[in-house]
Every structure is written in structure tokens, then in C-alpha cells.
């Protein structure tokens, strides 16, 4: 079974970068896909960017150029950069498998973009 802790959100001013992790318990960390996916106020959670076991990622439209994923197997962990930040991107970020399993929905990490 996994476990997936999200850390480093945080407020930043419009055009700002922040680093968020996803740290994992568990042996199979490295033999699945993961994504990162947020959730607006009043809006419903969507997926921002998803990579693969062997580190193949994808992008939402809105955070390509902006976003950069990546993962560290030897650690459990996977990061996603992101840059440019809008205040439209204001929300909760949570990792998670991908596709998501309810179970492993957390706390997620606030990211709050000033403008």
C-alpha cells in the first residue's frame, strides 16, 4: 500500500515559482504512475500534470511551459515545479496515483498566487 504526503505550497506573488513534493511510503512507489491534480474553491479538482513509472510526463493545456514534473524513485519522491504562477491557480494541490484512488487522497498543499 502507498501513502502520499504533499509538502511546500505556500503564497506567492503573481509570476513566482514554488517546488511542491510528494513524498511516498511503500514498496511499489516506483512501478506506478502518479499525478499532481488541484482543486479551486468552488470549482471541482482536475488534473494538473501526471508522470509515468519511467518518468514520462504530461501536462494540462493551462501549465505547459510552466509546470515541470519529475521524480526520484531512490527517494519516493515526486516534484513539481511551477513557475509563472497565476493567481487563477490559486487552490489545493494533492498528489496522487494516477488514474486517482480515493484512498490515497490527502491533506494536499495550499498554493495561494497574489496578484
Known amino acids: 500500500q502507498v501513502q502520499l504526503v504533499e509538502s511546500g505550497g505556500g503564497l506567492v506573488q503573481a509570476g513566482g515559482s514554488l517546488r511542491l513534493s510528494c513524498a511516498a511510503s511503500?514498496?511499489?512507489?516506483?512501478?506506478?504512475?502518479l499525478g499532481w491534480y488541484r482543486q479551486a474553491p468552488g470549482k471541482q479538482r482536475e488534473l494538473v500534470a501526471r508522470?509515468?513509472?519511467?518518468?514520462?510526463?504530461n501536462y494540462a493545456d493551462s501549465v505547459t511551459g510552466r509546470l515541470t514534473l519529475s521524480r526520484d524513485n531512490g527517494k519516493n519522491t515526486v516534484y513539481l515545479q511551477m513557475n509563472n504562477l497565476k493567481p487563477e491557480e490559486t487552490a489545493v494541490y494533492y498528489c496522487?496515483?494516477?488514474?486517482?484512488?480515493?484512498?490515497?487522497w490527502g491533506q494536499g498543499t495550499q498554493v495561494t498566487v497574489s496578484s
Open positions: 511503500g514498496s511499489i512507489f516506483s512501478r506506478i504512475a
Open positions: 496522487n496515483t494516477h488514474p486517482p484512488a480515493t484512498i490515497y
Open positions: 508522470i509515468s513509472s519511467v518518468g514520462s510526463s
